[in-house]
């Protein structure tokens, strides 16, 4: 299995198809690459070159001893890009994913051609209130479902590395990263010069406003709002996101 050495952390990838601006896809949270990618992954890799890794305390990546946070995640994806020889490539990152994805076409935005902004959030208060209020997630309907928590646990157990925290632990460490993240600021986010699609599902843990204010705030940005899709089936509903992500990729 491949894994790129980039110091404090073994980044595990895995590469798909041959040709084309080489697309990076970025998995959400306590999700590995086919629990965020597997309906739309093989069809994309069908036409283009595919690279998809799995974010510290991921899956194959294990953790290691340094906060999770958006810059260091970001710095991860840079340091890959870098170990594969790839000076741009188009990125589809998906929550947790979608955060660093963005972090790194502000921070290297001669290295993002496109960027798929799935599920992400550009501010504070971006996300639904039953979301971000623990008092609620028992009976929220955006909140990933049992059978959901079930498959995260499944996988991470089936494939992290010997000795790896478990996955309460992954979380708890991720989770303020995630909810105490301020976004970023008008300026920061003028910097990116990608073609951007800011993708939500109609049920998603974001809001319909903040995805259209994160589509104004983007210098080239259109959004589309996927039909009766939660956040962790966005990704899932191939049939509509496959021909938006192909088309965005094409310009």
Not at 55 to 83: K, Y
Not at 111 to 125: N, T
Not at 202 to 214: C, K
Request: with cysteine.
């Amino acid at each position: 299995m491949p894994f790129a050495p980039l110091g404090p952390v073994d980044l595990y990838y895995e590469e798909h198809g041959s040709g084309g601006v080489p697309l990076v896809l970025v998995p959400g949270g306590h999700l590995t690459i086919d629990l965020s990618f597997s309906s739309v992954l093989a069809p994309l890799a069908s036409r283009r070159r595919v690279v998809a890794l799995e974010q510290q305390g991921h899956g194959r990546t294990a953790d290691v001893d340094r906060d999770p946070t958006i810059d260091a995640l970001a710095g991860d994806l840079l340091g890959l890009l870098d170990h594969l020889g790839l000076e741009q490539v188009d990125l589809c990152g998906f929550s947790l994913g979608a955060l660093s994805a963005l972090e790194l076409a502000i921070r290297h935005p001669a290295r993002v051609r496109r960027l798929v902004f799935a599920s992400g959030f550009v501010r504070a208060g971006g996300y639904h209130p039953d979301i971000t209020d623990p008092d609620r997630w028992a009976t929220s309907t955006r909140m990933p479902t049992e059978a959901d928590f079930a498959a995260m646990r499944r996988e991470h157990e089936r494939l992290a590395p010997d000795g790896a925290a478990d996955l309460d632990d992954v979380m708890a460490k991720l989770g303020p990263v995630v909810m105490g993240s301020a976004g970023w600021s008008d300026d920061e986010l003028r910097q990116v010069t990608a073609r951007v699609l800011v993708l939500i599902g109609d049920h998603d843990f974001v809001t319909v406003e903040h995805a259209e204010l994160t589509r104004d705030l983007l210098p080239d940005a259109t959004l589309a709002v996927v039909p009766n899709a939660t956040h962790n089936a966005l990704m899932h509903r191939a049939d509509i996101v496959l021909p938006l992500i192909e088309d965005h990729l094409a310009g």
